[in-house]
């Protein structure tokens, strides 16, 4: 599905667009393994007994009522990402569907497709129209490869990018509080389709019972991503508004990227079929294992 509306691009030279195409993977995986963290750890401190059971109970309660949200998103997406060399930004159309179907379309001014990303959580594909060259190939082999996190390019990229909840059951392994506030951190479990050694911490306000954040450790305790959200004023009934700011620190070479969506819609009903990129007449087809 790629008749989509006309979007602008931002226009630069050629290496621009190359640079951009090579940061676009990053963009869409959220995050890349830090060059430079350190254990990050929040300041955390324990709670009682009593008080986790009360925590626990409010957060399957949130869950529960969560579950009554669209599970899928139309909207108009800018991407912004800063380095501590550059900041550079693209304007697009993003498109999900719980928990893990992605699609970024780049346009240009005339609406004509640049380049497009669509995964089903498992498979991906590329199509890059300046290329003529359609790729597609395993997603978890090719976070290997690019080394980015499976934990996140495998998660459920519906509830980091929209701060909800997680579609899956929630499993809570263990739960803290923030010293500094009265909010709340839970390890949870990342999902049986999503087995590695790195963890994944929720942060919640269970007083405004609104997420605030998502928090990725590698095994050694360092921040992989640290997600958090503005413009969450917008949340309409416990659910997502027209607008919603995501910010991702902690990545690789100092990268902050901010993902503004707009104009969201989230009364269409995507199927499978929409996270698939069809091969145009004359492209080239490559494979990857």
């Not at 640079?19 to 254990?39: D, G, N, Q, T």
């Not at 399957?60 to 990402?81: G, H, I, T």
């Not at 004509?112 to 129209?129: E, H, K, N, P, T």
């Not at 479990?189 to 790195?198: E, L, P, Q």
Request: aromatic share 8%; with cysteine; hydrophobic share 40%.
């Amino acid at each position: 599905m790629l008749n989509n509306p006309p979007h602008t691009i931002i226009t630069g030279s050629g290496r621009r667009l190359a640079r951009a195409r090579h940061l676009l993977l990053a963009i869409i995986f959220m995050v890349v393994a830090s060059l430079f963290s350190a254990c990050a750890t929040p300041r955390w401190s324990e709670i009682s007994p009593g008080e986790e059971a009360q925590v626990a109970d409010i957060v399957y309660k949130m869950q529960e009522k969560s579950r009554l949200c669209p599970d899928n998103l139309d909207a108009e997406a800018r991407v912004f990402w800063k380095t501590p060399l550059s900041n550079s930004g693209i304007n697009g159309y993003l498109q999900l569907r719980s928990p893990s179907f992605a699609k970024l379309i780049i346009n240009s001014p005339l609406g004509m497709v640049l380049y497009a990303f669509a995964s089903d959580g498992q498979s991906f594909q590329i199509l890059d129209i300046t290329q003529r060259r359609h790729i597609s190939g395993n997603l978890r082999t090719l976070a290997i490869r690019k080394n980015v996190p499976v934990i996140l390019v495998q998660g459920d990229l519906f509830a980091y990018l929209t701060g909800s909840l997680p579609a899956h059951p929630l499993k809570i392994r263990e739960i803290t509080r923030d010293s500094s506030d009265e909010t709340v951190w839970l390890l949870i479990d990342s999902g049986a389709s999503n087995k590695t050694s790195d963890s994944i911490w929720l942060h919640l306000d269970i007083h405004k019972k609104r997420v605030l954040g998502y928090l990725f450790l590698d095994n050694e305790g360092s921040v992989i991503a640290d997600i958090s959200y503005e413009k969450m004023s917008a949340i309409q009934n416990g659910c997502m508004g027209p607008e919603q700011i995501t910010t991702i620190t902690g990545l690789q070479w100092g990268t902050e990227i901010t993902i503004e969506l707009r104009d969201i819609k989230t009364d269409t009903s995507f199927e499978d079929d929409d996270f698939s990129l069809p091969i145009p007449d004359s492209y080239s087809k490559q494979l990857q294992p």
